[in-house]
């Protein structure tokens, strides 16, 4: 069997045609969803780049395998420990090997390993491709080495497993000069954000919101004009996300050239396609644009559209499925045995029989930018924030996501039942998670006792300063008296 697995970088499900958006960005995507089956309530367990992928691969909640953040202790994921065997069983038991297993010859195109040192990602693949630039390039360097590897193999091995990340969505906005801007002469009119939101959002702090895209400035570089540092008009609005949706067009664009070489080499019909992210993009949820900072729909959710032999065509899933659900469905698929470590449910029934196999509520973590745990459940977004990263967020948030999506309006004052909810989910999810665990330590307290997410660390100072400097000094003063609640929990 022959599957091609595409990793797209940060995107939002949300700004793709076949997920409903007005702009058309995602055609050759939108094909193989008509093909297969499209997954609406797809969470990454844990954000933002680094610990979802540690959740996938190693099928484990980050609470469990360590790797939480993007720096610090947190930034590592955990040994397996003093019984360890002669192979760490976490990497023989990770996504990767579970094609290993199935007798595919296995290979993956990405500078993901490189770009947060999390080599464990490699485990299980016989060839790996890195382009060398860290995260930092552009689509159309990655393709090459994918059309390559499939003109050597694509026809001439049965049984094989490609790997392609893409990372044209994410920050810095990239898509090249000569791609242009299909959607210049869009106005604004078919935007969730009007005039009257936009300014509602000037007026929010913290990083990468409209005064400070560049997370704690409004800096810019030439070499990405697509990438603004503020917007301070609708116009500016649109830049933003204009940048944004060329990268997904472009990603588009370029993993279509891997589509028709599928179907140049005769083997499109019969290879299973999967396509999916490792998070989403805020843009406006939580006053937040143009970065995955939150433990939110915006962020966690994520596309699933998976092609595979024997599905129904043009499958839509609405129940609640976390990422790591993925690989004891991929072991059904594949009568492949499954670790005793997995914290996924297989919807392996879903995509052969149309049963529903979705989960009644969902825990999502964010402690790279933010340390918050949300809970999905029904219509419901309820989140905890330990630290919200100079954002000034309550402790406690509620959202309905029915009736706002973009989680504009915070209702825990109506909805103090919804909010207990929440908070139990949270409560026995973290206890069962712990019990199971063969760790001792929750990886959030770690992450707070060494002074809190990576990208708020060492920034209090500065970015306080910054808001007294841009006449924005009760914003200032709000943040100054929070002061203490920043600080490693040690030192409280």
């Given at each position: 069997?022959?599957?091609?697995?595409?990793?797209?970088?940060?995107?939002?499900?949300?700004?793709?045609?076949?997920?409903?958006?007005?702009?058309?960005?995602?055609?050759?995507?939108?094909?193989?969803?008509?093909?297969?089956?499209?997954?609406?309530?797809?969470?990454?367990?844990?954000?933002?780049?680094?610990?979802?992928?540690?959740?996938?691969?190693?099928?484990?909640?980050?609470?469990?395998?360590?790797?939480?953040?993007?720096?610090?202790?947190?930034?590592?994921?955990?040994?397996?420990?003093?019984?360890?065997?002669?192979?760490?069983?976490?990497?023989?038991?990770?996504?990767?090997?579970?094609?290993?297993?199935?007798?595919?010859?296995?290979?993956?195109?990405?500078?993901?390993?490189?770009?947060?040192?999390s080599f464990w990602f490699s485990a299980g693949f016989n060839e790996t491709f890195n382009e060398g630039e860290s995260g930092g390039e552009s689509g159309e360097k990655v393709i090459p080495y994918a059309l390559k590897w499939l003109d050597d193999n694509g026809v001439s091995r049965n049984d094989w497993f490609l790997h392609v990340h893409l990372w044209d969505p994410h920050t810095p906005y990239r898509a090249?000069?000569?791609?242009?801007?299909?959607?210049?002469?869009?106005?604004?009119?078919?935007?969730?954000?009007?005039?009257?939101?936009?300014?509602?959002?000037?007026?929010?702090?913290?990083?990468?919101?409209?005064?400070?895209?560049?997370?704690?400035?409004?800096?810019?570089?030439?070499?990405?004009?697509?990438?603004?540092?503020?917007?301070?008009?609708?116009?500016?609005?649109?830049?933003?996300?204009?940048?944004?949706?060329?990268?997904?067009?472009?990603?588009?664009?370029?993993?279509?050239?891997?589509?028709?070489?599928?179907?140049?080499?005769?083997?499109?019909?019969?290879?299973?396609?999967?396509?999916?992210?490792?998070?989403?993009?805020?843009?406006?949820?939580?006053?937040?644009?143009?970065?995955?900072?939150?433990?939110?729909?915006?962020?966690?959710?994520?596309?699933?559209?998976?092609?595979?032999?024997?599905?129904?065509?043009?499958?839509?899933?609405?129940?609640?499925?976390?990422?790591?659900?993925?690989?004891?469905?991929?072991?059904?698929?594949?009568?492949?045995?499954?670790?005793?470590?997995?914290?996924?449910?297989?919807?392996?029934?879903?995509?052969?029989?149309?049963?529903?196999?979705?989960?009644?509520?969902?825990?999502?973590?964010?402690?790279?930018?933010?340390?918050?745990?949300?809970?999905?459940?029904?219509?419901?977004?309820?989140?905890?924030?330990?630290?919200?990263?100079?954002?000034?967020?309550?402790?406690?948030?509620?959202?309905?996501?029915?009736?706002?999506?973009?989680?504009?309006?915070?209702?825990?004052?109506?909805?103090?039942?919804?909010?207990?909810?929440?908070?139990?989910?949270?409560?026995?999810?973290?206890?069962?998670?712990?019990?199971?665990?063969?760790?001792?330590?929750?990886?959030?307290?770690?992450?707070?006792?060494?002074?809190?997410?990576?990208?708020?660390?060492?920034?209090?100072?500065?970015?306080?300063?910054?808001?007294?400097?841009?006449?924005?000094?009760?914003?200032?003063?709000?943040?100054?008296?929070?002061?203490?609640?920043?600080?490693?929990?040690?030192?409280?």
């Amino acid at each position: 069997m022959r599957v091609l697995f595409v990793d797209i970088d940060t995107l939002r499900p949300d700004h793709m045609g076949c997920y409903g958006y007005y702009r058309n960005t995602t055609p050759r995507m939108d094909c193989i969803a008509n093909e297969g089956a499209r997954f609406e309530r797809y969470y990454c367990s844990d954000a933002p780049c680094l610990p979802s992928r540690a959740s996938l691969i190693s099928g484990m909640f980050g609470i469990k395998n360590g790797a939480v953040g993007h720096g610090g202790t947190a930034g590592d994921r955990r040994l397996y420990g003093r019984d360890r065997d002669f192979k760490d069983p976490f990497d023989v038991g990770n996504f990767n090997n579970i094609f290993r297993k199935a007798g595919m010859y296995t290979a993956s195109v990405s500078t993901f390993p490189e770009r947060h040192s999390s080599f464990w990602f490699s485990a299980g693949f016989n060839e790996t491709f890195n382009e060398g630039e860290s995260g930092g390039e552009s689509g159309e360097k990655v393709i090459p080495y994918a059309l390559k590897w499939l003109d050597d193999n694509g026809v001439s091995r049965n049984d094989w497993f490609l790997h392609v990340h893409l990372w044209d969505p994410h920050t810095p906005y990239r898509a090249p000069k000569e791609f242009g801007n299909p959607f210049e002469d869009d106005d604004m009119s078919k935007c969730w954000i009007d005039e009257e939101t936009f300014l509602k959002h000037k007026e929010a702090v913290g990083p990468h919101t409209l005064n400070e895209l560049n997370m704690y400035d409004d800096n810019e570089d030439a070499k990405y004009p697509r990438n603004p540092g503020r917007a301070d008009d609708m116009a500016g609005l649109k830049r933003i996300i204009d940048g944004y949706d060329c990268g997904v067009a472009y990603t588009d664009l370029l993993v279509g050239q891997i589509f028709d070489k599928l179907k140049e080499l005769g083997i499109y019909e019969d290879t299973a396609i999967i396509i999916t992210s490792d998070h989403g993009e805020n843009f406006g949820e939580l006053g937040i644009y143009a970065e995955h900072g939150s433990a939110d729909h915006a962020c966690c959710n994520i596309p699933f559209i998976i092609k595979w032999p024997g599905i129904k065509k043009g499958l839509v899933d609405k129940e609640l499925h976390y990422s790591l659900d993925l690989l004891p469905t991929l072991c059904d698929l594949l009568d492949v045995q499954k670790s005793e470590y997995w914290d996924g449910i297989s919807f392996a029934k879903t995509l052969k029989e149309g049963t529903p196999c979705g989960r009644e509520s969902l825990v999502i973590s964010q402690m790279a930018h933010v340390c918050q745990r949300s809970a999905v459940f029904g219509d419901w977004l309820y989140m905890r924030t330990y630290h919200d990263g100079y954002h000034l967020f309550d402790k406690e948030m509620l959202f309905n996501l029915k009736e706002d999506i973009h989680e504009q309006c915070d209702v825990k004052d109506k909805y103090p039942e919804i909010c207990a909810k929440g908070a139990k989910i949270i409560l026995d999810w973290h206890d069962e998670a712990m019990e199971s665990s063969r760790y001792t330590e929750d990886p959030m307290w770690v992450v707070l006792s060494e002074g809190g997410p990576f990208h708020a660390r060492g920034h209090f100072e500065e970015y306080v300063d910054r808001l007294n400097k841009t006449g924005r000094s009760k914003a200032a003063k709000r943040l100054d008296a929070k002061g203490l609640s920043y600080r490693p929990v040690c030192e409280r």
